[in-house]
């Protein structure tokens, strides 16, 4: 059983994978949000091409636990989303998730230039790992 998690933005999308016992994550690439639909094929395709049973997406709360309108916009992709691929689409809150990412990267000592290229990756793995600590039973 793989899972996919993504880290939703406006221009990119953070792609994660885990392991095939759905043990760790690891960030598999970021998609650029060019066209209309092109990014949704890109995942179909991803679904497709790694046999993903399961879609975890950041749901970005605000800091008092309430949704905001990114977090709209978030649970209005994972629908379409789940519409399109016909996989279980959950929600699991992001907060602070680019945030451990940008920190991971600068304590790496990774270049401003690098970090921008990674960093939604990273933050969809963060995602994805935390949803399946929670969540799976070992």
């Not at 094929?41 to 636990?65: A, D, F």
């Not at 649970?75 to 945030?99: C, G, N």
């Not at 994805?128 to 799976?136: E, K, R, S, T």
């Amino acid at each position: 059983m793989r899972w996919m998690g993504l880290d939703y933005g406006d221009k990119t999308i953070g792609v994660a994978l885990s392991d095939e016992l759905g043990w760790t994550a690891q960030g598999l690439e970021v998609i650029r949000r060019n066209k209309p639909g092109e990014d949704i094929e890109r995942l179909i395709q991803i679904v497709n091409e790694y046999g993903v049973s399961q879609v975890v997406v950041g749901l970005p709360k605000n800091m008092n636990n309430t949704i905001g309108p990114r977090g709209e916009i978030a649970i209005a992709f994972s629908q379409e989303l789940e519409q399109k691929i016909s996989v279980p689409v959950h929600l699991w809150d992001e907060r602070l998730t680019t945030v451990a990412a940008t920190r991971t990267l600068l304590e790496a000592d990774v270049s401003r230039k690098k970090r921008k290229l990674v960093i939604d990756k990273m933050a969809a793995q963060l995602i994805l790992q935390g949803y399946m600590d929670a969540n799976m039973k070992r």
